[in-house]
């Protein structure tokens, strides 16, 4: 293997955590980003640093730019990542057939080997998982735990894999 395989790291649901029992908050904190409040994982910068070694880190969001502007510093990230772009008339509400991401995403990867982290798969993506020519792994994560050691080990183990 020549280069490194993408990771595309979504940030709503993998890093910007929700839905967790106020009472039992995962290690964290909160940071205001364009004055909507975000409860950003500790787990998750850890988990994204280390795995540099083995990714080229692509941010895979609906943040795009934002992500960079707003993230590396509390994620302890050293250096901006590059970020998909999506279309201004995607669907909002995620109703259509497919996934809103998939188009950018496959013209990114083209054939190179890809995992993305998300938390809003639909069938749409596993099947585009499925049939690409490239390895690829979708790991998803729920939105009030994010990205776990689980999910960085199945991550890390994947990518020893391809080489």
């Known amino acids: 293997m020549q280069e490194k395989p993408l990771l595309y790291v979504d940030v709503d649901g993998v890093i910007s955590l929700w839905g967790f029992d106020p009472n039992r908050r995962p290690p964290g904190a909160f940071a ?4 909507i409040p975000h409860f950003l994982s500790q787990a998750a910068g850890r988990h994204l640093l280390a795995l540099t070694e083995w990714f080229e880190l692509v941010w895979c969001t609906g943040w795009e730019e934002k992500a960079n502007e707003h993230l590396l510093t509390p994620l302890g990230l ?9 279309d201004a008339d995607r669907d909002p509400g995620h109703t259509t057939p497919g996934h809103w991401k998939l188009a950018a995403l496959q013209a ?3 054939d190179r080997p890809l995992a993305w982290i998300d938390d809003a798969f639909n069938a749409a993506c596993w099947d585009w998982a499925a049939d690409r020519s490239a390895p690829t792994l979708l ?3 729920r939105p009030e735990t994010g990205l776990l050691d689980a ?3 199945q991550l890390r183990d994947w ?5």
């Open 32 to 35: 205001v980003v364009d004055g």
């Open 139 to 141: 790991v998803a994560t």
């Open 159 to 163: 990518a020893r894999a391809l080489l």
């Open 151 to 153: 999910h960085a080990e």
């Open 78 to 86: 050293p250096t901006p990542l590059h970020y998909l772009s999506f």
């Open 108 to 110: 990114h990867a083209g």
